[in-house]
């Protein structure tokens, strides 16, 4: 049972446009997420995350937004660049398990100059 | 952000063989670190829950025999796959956790490693 879900593999955009991309979790007692970036034969790179308690974050860039309702939360990236192509995954965690997160299948975002 | 360092970052390995992948946490003591495992355009699976000076928690459907996880120190976790198979063959990647870190923060990865077994 995949608990937290990317349910685009691929996201074309263009060169300074907005580049959204959407997860959904189905365990409620997730209260911590994470984006990462991530790109071929390298490990994850943190970009952003938020708390259960908030509904965006927001860091240069990148903002994330939580529905809690919706167990569904989105990273949006304004102006996308090409540097920003990658694969994207979100990950959940719970309050008690640390850093142990549960990640998405990841969303590969290509931008086009 | 921390630093952690995996190494090596890629191995080729015969079937049969056992390989070593090491994790260490350069300039932070980590009491937990975690072994992930991913297939090609597949997402990070979590395979075990390294934790200092005790056994590793394994996740479901993870043979403990075949993915020994050594946690020695608060700098060092090792992965070691034994007996190797092709379809051992994977990217493999770890993350740490700092000592009396309670709070819910970024997970620090190492770079991973790329393990080839033929």
């Known amino acids: 049972d995949q608990q937290v879900k990317q349910n685009s593999p691929s996201l074309s955009v263009q060169e300074g446009r907005i580049s959204i991309l959407n997860c959904d979790y189905t365990?409620?007692?997730?209260?911590?997420f994470l984006w990462y970036k991530k790109y071929p034969a390298e490990g994850p790179t943190f970009l952003i995350s938020i708390s259960s308690i908030k509904d965006k974050n927001e860091d240069g860039r990148f903002t994330v937004f939580l529905n809690k309702s919706a167990k569904h939360l989105s990273l949006h990236i304004v102006p996308s660049q090409p540097g920003d192509s990658a694969v994207y995954f979100c990950?959940?965690?719970?309050?008690?398990?640390?850093?142990?997160?549960?990640f998405g299948g990841g969303t590969r975002l290509m931008v086009k100059p | 952000g921390a630093v952690v360092s995996q190494h090596p970052s890629r191995v080729i390995c015969k079937s049969g063989t056992s390989v070593k992948i090491e994790c260490r946490s350069l300039?932070?003591?980590?009491?937990?670190m975690f072994w992930y495992r991913q297939f090609p355009k597949q997402s990070l699976m979590l395979m075990a829950t390294s934790n200092e000076g005790s056994k590793a928690t394994y996740e479901q459907g993870v043979e403990k025999d075949k993915f020994l996880i050594n946690h020695a120190s608060l700098t060092l976790s090792t992965l070691t796959v034994t007996s190797a198979h092709p379809e051992d063959s994977s990217f493999y990647i770890c993350s740490a956790r700092a000592t009396l870190d309670f709070t819910n923060t970024e997970a620090f990865f190492g770079q991973g490693t790329r393990l080839t077994v033929v």
């Open positions: 990950a959940a965690s719970l309050n008690n398990a640390g850093n142990m997160l549960t």
């Open positions: 365990n409620s007692m997730f209260d911590y």
């Open positions: 300039d932070f003591q980590a009491t937990t």
